[in-house]
């Protein structure tokens, strides 16, 4: 076994670091791009080649156990070969990156399980890679396609969790927020909490109104309990639809 290249691992998550694919700029299909915000790049953005690899993106994005993404990070030669005997070099480009809070690297492929199915030899290729990324990085690798992305409701409840990730600009009061949260004792209903909360809710304060209306569609308790499940403190069930009376766990080791 080869010795873990680390310099590589660490050039691969660089700001200065490059896709080594450039994808299209249409909305679907492979070959084209799905623009995908997230902060765990430099750029702030991932071209998915499909819409099942952006389903893939939102889960490492909203796991709080993935601290970096490198989209597109390097090419590997590895061995395969032709017909079962005779030995060819094959050269790949996986489509994510992914480290870990232990530090550790992931790689993955996002390939929707009707062309593994109409690929000759294709699990052969699976293991011939994951093989070389053992060997010769120390890293896992991995295919994942609609059996495990698009799982319900758990990929209905992370596209709900991202849509309450941390802006860059936020109000005050949800840090606020969470920090209520940190001081309640856990298991609890966001419901609770929030009932408890006078600042849950937001309003706006219209020109010639003696008083604020209050916008329904925000409740700043929840968006908070969304930010801190993708963080790592507290823990939900993804199992179950995310509402106002989901129970917010602690995290246990």
Same mark, same amino acid.
């Given at each position: 076994?080869?010795?873990?290249?680390?310099?590589?691992?660490?050039?691969?998550?660089?700001?200065?670091?490059?896709?080594?694919?450039?994808?299209?700029?249409?909305?679907?299909?492979?070959?084209?791009?799905?623009?995908?915000?997230?902060?765990?790049?430099?750029?702030?953005?991932?071209?998915?080649?499909?819409?099942?690899?952006?389903?893939?993106?939102?889960?490492?994005?909203?796991?709080?156990?993935?601290?970096?993404?490198?989209?597109?990070?390097?090419?590997?030669?590895?061995?395969? !070969?032709? =017909?079962?005997?005779?030995?060819?070099?094959? =050269?790949?480009?996986?489509?994510?990156?992914?480290?870990?809070? =232990?530090?550790?690297?992931?790689?993955?492929?996002?390939?929707?399980?009707?062309?593994?199915?109409?690929?000759?030899?294709?699990?052969?290729?699976?293991?011939?890679?994951?093989?070389?990324?053992?060997?010769?990085?120390?890293?896992?690798?991995?295919?994942?396609?609609?059996?495990?992305?698009?799982?319900?409701?758990?990929? !209905?409840?992370?596209?709900?969790?991202? !849509?309450?990730?941390?802006?860059?600009?936020?109000?005050?009061? &949800?840090?606020?927020?969470?920090?209520?949260?940190?001081?309640?004792?856990?298991?609890?209903?966001?419901?609770?909490?929030?009932?408890?909360?006078?600042?849950?809710?937001?309003?706006?304060?219209?020109?010639?109104?003696?008083?604020?209306?209050?916008?329904?569609?925000?409740?700043?308790?929840? !968006?908070?309990?969304?930010? &801190?499940?993708?963080?790592?403190?507290?823990?939900?069930?993804?199992?179950?639809?995310?509402?106002?009376?989901?129970?917010?766990?602690?995290?246990?080791?």
């Amino acid at each position: 076994m080869a010795d873990p290249n680390p310099a590589l691992l660490e050039a691969i998550f660089a700001d200065s670091h490059k896709p080594l694919r450039q994808i299209g700029h249409g909305m679907y299909g492979r070959g084209h791009a799905v623009s995908f915000p997230t902060n765990k790049v430099p750029s702030g953005i991932i071209r998915a080649h499909s819409t099942l690899m952006a389903d893939g993106l939102l889960h490492l994005d909203t796991s709080p156990d993935v601290v970096q993404l490198s989209a597109y990070p390097l090419e590997v030669a590895y061995w395969s !070969t032709k =017909d079962g005997k005779t030995p060819e070099k094959r =050269d790949h480009i996986p489509d994510i990156a992914a480290k870990l809070r =232990d530090d550790s690297v992931v790689f993955i492929d996002y390939v929707p399980w009707n062309e593994q199915l109409d690929t000759r030899l294709f699990w052969r290729r699976v293991k011939e890679r994951a093989r070389h990324f053992r060997e010769e990085f120390d890293c896992d690798y991995a295919v994942h396609d609609e059996r495990s992305i698009r799982i319900e409701p758990r990929l !209905t409840n992370l596209r709900l969790m991202w !849509t309450h990730r941390a802006r860059r600009t936020e109000p005050t009061s &949800l840090a606020h927020a969470r920090q209520v949260i940190r001081e309640v004792k856990l298991p609890a209903t966001i419901r609770s909490i929030s009932d408890k909360a006078d600042f849950a809710r937001q309003a706006i304060l219209w020109e010639g109104d003696d008083a604020p209306t209050v916008l329904d569609e925000t409740n700043l308790i929840f !968006t908070a309990v969304m930010q &801190l499940a993708m963080r790592g403190e507290v823990r939900l069930d993804l199992g179950k639809s995310l509402t106002l009376d989901s129970i917010i766990y602690e995290v246990t080791a």
